[in-house]
């Protein structure tokens, strides 16, 4: 069929013979002269239909239409001089030559698409519907080869350092990873349920009991939560685990893996090693333990200087034990009041009462503009306006509550408030890689009035704690933990994990999970546990995130084949969709069968 792609002909091909396919790209009419582009996966070529060379072919080329299929065959030429202008055309790598015609086959015609394909569309649930169309774009095409070379980077790096690729099962048992699960009702056992896993957490960590020693796989993940930017209900994840490891081998393996991620997606080198922090400090400095830090605007505790203020919601909070944080936004004094608003919302979505700011109209406090200030001492200022460091044209936001809540409240805003002022912007060229390490194990759920896992029930406290777990003390213990963190999206995150069944059972008492709960539902790996469990630890990479950064998406939805949309659908399929009828025949002749044998 084809002798050449559509990205290939060059000056050096003129007078020889090619056959080309693929689709109509565009077509042009010069005054019976017709110019055909010609697309396949590769580019395109222009192909020229003249009348007088070729009249059957010419004639026939009349009839086509944008995307029909054709076969394509002629000589190749170098683009004319005409009145001498030079018809070259730069854009196109292909720019130099154009297939002069002499036969064309048309394959198989198309009918007028939904949507043209030469623009991008703002509509994107018409898109999901013809995902199959918008996936012929050049945008989305290089999309997901991209993803391929990517994901074969990661592969090809883990394989070299002797991890071996193991697939677990999709149809399993419910792994606490903190969503919602998904889930199958088994045929043969009615009732009975099977579910999707949120990660293949359990199987890594059964592969360790098994001696393979290092595992890795491109797994899927299915995870029923709300939908986000970069959250599908199923996503796939770069999962690793190894035996006889620790955090700082975890950790260099991890960056070498994304290091020829990022070389095979983008061509760069990235800076190793990457710098790390605590998550302590993410926390207090950037209110998140997934800190952007390409733009500045830190968190400031101005809890020492309110500490006795006449402003009683601030010094009783201090009382209480909690803090007063502030940020500066500089240069925002102008901030409108649709703006304030949003901001305000923000901060009461995330459990504050309200939002207090100062707009710095000049360096003195007499020019602020603020509902709070005037409650503030001559000191309390002054002593503000220094640590702040705040000058004309500032707008400086606060939280008061206890450390962790006045921090992810300032967090939030802090995001928001750089993205109105785009303090972003011309800032995609920075890769900002990060770990956050030194996470807490456990986590006080207020409302539930339980500890629950920061990462999951898995995951090893540090030595030091392990006795305070133990002993049911469940303040303030560490974990083994590890997140890597690129420009304020987490990549990944994993731990060093439980080996031992006593350990992992008082991890499920702390949890609140009982004994008998813990041996229905996690008797399988307490009881491996048993059996010659080596220590073992792992990660797991976010790979879809890590193709939408590289490819600079802002979606994950444009890096995957066939997503969902923002509701959870997949529009093209129609699905989910109500069960066919005879899905539910099945499942019930079965029930019904096995009902009359119990009886
Ligand atoms: N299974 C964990 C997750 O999906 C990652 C890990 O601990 O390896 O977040």
């Known amino acids: 069929m084809r002798t050449h792609h559509c990205n290939e002909l060059r000056k050096e091909h003129v007078g020889q013979a090619s056959t080309l396919v693929g689709w109509v790209n565009t077509k042009r009419d010069h005054h ?29 080329s009349h009839s086509l239409r944008t995307e029909d299929v054709i076969q394509v065959t002629g000589r190749v030429d170098e683009r004319p001089v005409i009145d001498g202008d030079s018809t070259v055309n730069e854009a196109i790598a292909t720019g130099e030559i154009e297939l002069v015609a002499s036969d064309l086959q048309i394959i198989n015609k198309a009918e007028v698409l939904p949507f043209q394909l030469d623009k991008d569309l703002s509509n994107e649930d018409l898109r999901l519907s013809h995902r199959y169309l918008d996936l012929r774009r050049p945008r989305m095409a290089n999309n997901i080869r991209l993803r391929h070379k990517v994901t074969k980077a990661a592969r090809d790096f883990l394989d070299s350092q002797g991890f071996v690729e193991v697939e677990t099962p999709v149809l399993s048992k419910s792994t606490p990873e903190g969503a919602r699960d998904f889930l199958v009702p088994s045929r043969l056992h009615p009732g009975a349920f099977y579910a999707l896993p949120q990660a293949p957490q359990q199987y890594k960590q059964l592969l360790m009991v098994a001696g393979v020693e290092k595992y890795f796989q491109i797994a899927r993940c299915f995870r029923d939560e709300d939908l986000r930017a970069d959250r599908q209900p199923e996503f796939t994840q770069v999962d690793v685990e190894a035996s006889f490891t620790d955090p700082e081998q975890v950790i260099s393996l991890i960056e070498g893996c994304l290091a020829a991620m990022f070389k095979a997606g983008r061509g760069t080198d990235i800076p190793l ?94 020019t602020w503009r603020s509902p709070i200030t005037k409650f503030f001492s001559p000191e309390e200022l002054t002593a503000m306006r220094e640590a702040m460091h705040i000058e004309e044209g500032d707008l400086v936001l606060f939280a008061a509550d206890k450390w962790q809540a006045a921090s992810e409240i300032l967090g939030r805003i802090r995001l928001e408030a750089a993205a109105m002022q785009n303090l972003l912007d011309g800032k995609d060229d920075i890769l900002d890689f990060l770990w956050v390490l030194e996470f807490p194990l456990l986590e006080l759920d207020e409302e539930e009035g339980r500890y629950i896992a920061v990462h999951h029930p898995f995951t090893r406290p540090v030595d030091a704690d392990r006795a305070k777990l133990e002993a049911g003390e469940y303040d303030g213990l560490r974990a083994q933990a590890y997140d890597v963190v690129l420009n304020g999206h987490e990549l990944g995150g994993g731990s060093i994990r439980i080996h031992e069944s006593d350990l992992q059972r008082a991890m499920f008492t702390a949890l609140g999970i009982s004994d008998e709960q813990a041996a229905a539902e996690f008797g399988h790996i307490l009881e491996a546990f048993q059996f010659g469990a080596p220590p073992h630890g792992g990660i797991a990479l976010g790979l879809d995130r890590i193709v939408m950064l590289i490819a600079g998406e802002s979606s994950i939805r444009e890096v995957i084949a066939f997503p969902k949309n923002n509701k959870g659908m997949d529009l093209m399929t129609s699905s989910p969709a109500p069960a066919e009828p005879r899905q539910l025949r099945d499942l019930r002749i079965k029930s019904t069968a096995q009902d009359k044998a119990k009886s």
């Open 32 to 60: 019976g002269v017709i110019f055909i582009d010609i697309r396949d996966r590769e580019g395109v070529t222009q192909a020229v239909f003249r009348p007088e060379e070729n009249p059957e072919a010419a004639k026939l």
């Open 273 to 366: 090693p990457f710098e790390r922090m605590s998550w302590h400090d993410a926390m207090d400095l950037y209110g998140s333990d997934k800190p952007e830090r390409r733009f500045e605007m830190k968190l400031v505790d101005l809890s020492k200087i309110f500490a006795k203020s006449g402003f009683k919601v601030f010094s009783q909070t201090v009382k209480n034990g909690g803090v007063v944080k502030a940020i500066n936004a500089k240069g925002f004094a102008g901030i409108t009041t649709g703006q304030v608003d949003k901001l305000t919302e923000i901060a009461v979505t995330h459990g504050a009462k309200g939002l207090a700011y100062i707009q710095a109209r000049g360096e003195d406090p007499s």
